[in-house]
């Protein structure tokens, strides 16, 4: 959170899911939360990652929407990056990539949804939590399927056989920690779920 209001650019919304976590989370959200009207904070029963991101796709009433998972972080020029490449290209559709891996080199692979057994690099991977794109496509695609695992892949085959325009940036300006507990791809192994989940999105 702290990295979000840190960011340059000031005309931004921040919806904060809290994916029944059991944690101190809203202990250490709330007070923020009540001293700035741009921060929202939803509390729901577990539901898993992308039903969560759904929620605050839903509640988004900005232009363009994003995303950020609670251990990670951006880097100050993160949201400005991305709102330069949009408007330099109008026929943009979505943006993805641009991470910083932070944490062992083990970690920096995850299982290959379309060759079971295997792994491949993050840098292979379209990972939504980086996702960049008009609030209104997220929408007009119903959202994030719900899915156990490469949901993320499959939100861009939708935008593909659109034919919508996606690129990936190459700065690396979000800051993926690899040491957390609760990352998408060890609790699929794990067969786990997601606890928590911030969304952001930009006025």
């Not at 899911?17 to 929202?40: E, Y």
């Not at 939100?155 to 690129?167: D, P, S």
Request: glycine share 6%; net charge neutral; charged share 25%.
């Amino acid at each position: 959170m702290a990295s979000v209001l840190t960011q340059p650019c000031s005309n931004w919304e921040l919806i904060i899911i809290d994916d029944g976590s059991a944690d101190d989370t809203w202990q250490v959200v709330m007070p923020v939360v009540t001293s700035d009207p741009r921060i929202t904070y939803c509390y729901h029963t577990t539901t898993g990652l992308p039903r969560s991101r759904n929620i605050g796709i839903t509640l988004a009433s900005g232009e363009s929407t994003t995303f950020i998972d609670s251990d990670d972080e951006y880097r100050d020029n993160h949201l400005a990056v991305r709102l330069e490449a949009m408007e330099h290209t109008p026929s943009l559709a979505l943006l993805y990539g641009g991470i910083e891996y932070v944490g062992p080199l083990y970690k920096q692979y995850a299982p290959d949804a379309l060759r079971p057994g295997k792994k491949i690099h993050l840098s292979q991977c379209y990972a939504s939590g980086t996702f960049f794109a008009r609030t209104s496509l997220f929408k007009t695609l119903n959202g994030i399927r719900n899915l156990p695992f490469a949901e993320d892949f499959e939100f861009i085959q939708r935008m593909e056989k659109r034919g919508l325009m996606i690129a990936k940036v190459n700065e690396p300006t979000y800051r993926y920690r690899l040491d957390a507990d609760n990352r998408p791809c060890d609790l699929y192994e794990r067969g786990g779920v997601n606890k928590r989940f911030w969304s952001f999105a930009s006025r």
